[in-house]
């Protein structure tokens, strides 16, 4: 395994020849690559990736807060999605991955000493983040561990806005959501609840399920009828499915081409339906893994 361990992104390479790569702004996975050399991941052409905004793609962290909680007092204040995604997170190096020699474990931390004074004044708690990303030949994992360093409970939500790369969004299915229910951000419905049928995309797609068989049962991206991507989760019982289609593409700046919407899905691990309170000294552990079929 090669690390490079730049100013601003870290970047492993198996000896395989699979890799990835991480921007210390925001810990944001930029690039996912298999042996091949194929990228896994959308990123907008328009992504700013000089600590400016939040990066438009590859999988985006958020925490405390899942889009915007005006009703919800602690975190009402907060940019969408929370700092996470903007804030410098610290390399704090591989860890020795006694599985094999041929995956690896990169480690980023970022705590409320770290966090700027702006982030800091909307929500004075004392917190520490350990994400873990290890890639290893048919998958990538990505792991948050949320701890409470001070003495007052805080509420958090928290997901990984993962962008698949696919190639024709006309053509794409998503199955393992069937029968759960969901909110639809795009029309306001809360209590919605999936067929069993697969997801299909036709239109403005924003969608947050609780899906009914847990997050060990993979969520599955197919492409053109060919599954890609394997989806599954631990201790994250939710999971978003977002396109913006076209209307949506066209008014987010950072989002290039305008018509990228057909080449991306975001189908995203999280908890997010609810609050996950943490009294002092507790820990909440989130992860993911997408497996590559
Ligand atoms: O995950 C879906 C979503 O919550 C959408 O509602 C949309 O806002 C998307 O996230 C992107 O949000 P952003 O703040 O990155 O533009």
């Known amino acids: 395994v090669t690390i490079s ?22 810990a944001t996975v930029l690039s996912w690559k ?12 328009g992504a700013k990736l000089d600590g400016t905004k939040a990066v438009r793609g590859g999988i985006p962290l958020v925490f405390p807060v899942f889009g915007t909680a005006p009703d919800h007092e602690a975190t ?30 990169l480690d980023f931390g970022l705590s409320s000493e770290n966090l700027d004074e702006a982030a800091r004044q909307l929500w004075p708690y004392k917190f520490g983040l350990l994400y873990s990303v290890t890639l290893a030949p048919e998958s990538l994992s990505t792991v948050l561990v949320i701890t409470n360093e001070g003495d007052v409970p805080f509420e958090c939500q928290t997901l990984l806005h993962t962008y698949f790369k696919i190639k024709d969004i006309s053509s794409v299915q998503v199955t393992g959501l069937e029968d759960s229910p969901f909110h639809d951000k795009v029309d306001g419905v809360k209590d919605k609840t999936q067929s069993s049928d697969p997801i299909t995309f036709s239109g403005e797609t924003d ?12 969520v599955v991206i197919t492409d053109g009828g060919v599954a890609k991507f394997r989806v599954v989760r631990d201790n994250l019982d939710d999971v978003v499915v977002w396109n913006p289609w076209v209307d949506k593409s066209a008014g987010m700046g950072d989002f290039q081409p305008k018509d990228g919407w057909k080449n991306m899905v975001c189908v995203e691990a999280g908890a997010v339906s609810t609050w ?3 009294e002092k000294g507790d820990a909440f552990e989130g992860a993911q893994t997408i497996y590559l079929n």
Not at 34 to 45: I, P, Q, T, V, Y
Not at 207 to 218: A, E, L, N, Q
């Open 5 to 26: 361990d730049g100013s601003s992104r870290v970047t492993a390479v198996l000896p395989t020849g699979e890799s990835v790569e991480i921007l210390l702004y925001g």
């Open 276 to 278: 996950q309170k943490l």
């Open 207 to 218: 969608r947050v399920y609780t899906p009914v068989k847990g997050p060990g049962h993979p």
């Open 34 to 45: 298999d042996a091949s050399g194929d990228e896994k991941l959308w990123l907008s052409e």
């Open 76 to 105: 009402s204040k907060l940019p969408q999605h929370g700092f996470a995604r903007n804030s410098r997170w610290e390399f704090l190096g591989k860890s020795s991955n006694e599985s094999s020699s041929n995956s690896v474990k």
